[in-house]
Nanobody, 113 residues
Framework: QVRLVESGGGLVQAGGSLRLSCAAS????????MGWYRQAPGKQRELVAT???????NYGDSVKGRFTISRGNAKNTVYLQMNSLKPEDTAVYYC???????WGQGTQVTVSS
């Protein structure tokens, strides 16, 4: 059974940076499209970024130019580098295998103004 575990969240001031990690167990990971979503209180879950097994990436409009999604060399980890953070980036961030119901437990990111 595939499991996803996120880490790297925390409290940061506006303009700062954080790097989130998603570690996966299971053999399908390297063949899957992976994504990061986020959900702020009272809002719907929002797609932040995706990356294919070949490294093609896609970003939500609100994070383009500030966030970068990447895969680790071992192919079982996905990262989200978040720069120039804004208070509106505050949310719980989740890792997902796109098209599946496999989610991590989420990691809280809080950006103070």
């Amino acid at each position: 059974q595939v499991r996803l575990v996120e880490s790297g969240g925390g409290l940061v001031q506006a303009g700062g940076s954080l790097r989130l990690s998603c570690a996966a167990s299971g053999s399908i990971f390297s063949f899957s499209v992976m994504g990061w979503y986020r959900q702020a209180p009272g809002k719907q879950r929002e797609l932040v970024a995706t990356i294919t097994s070949g490294g093609d990436t896609n970003y939500g409009d609100s994070v383009k130019g500030r966030f970068t999604i990447s895969r680790g060399n071992a192919k079982n980890t996905v990262y989200l580098q978040m720069n120039s953070l804004k208070p509106e980036d505050t949310a719980v961030y989740y890792c997902n295998i796109i098209g599946s119901t496999i989610w991590g437990q989420g990691t809280q990111v809080t950006v103070s103004s």
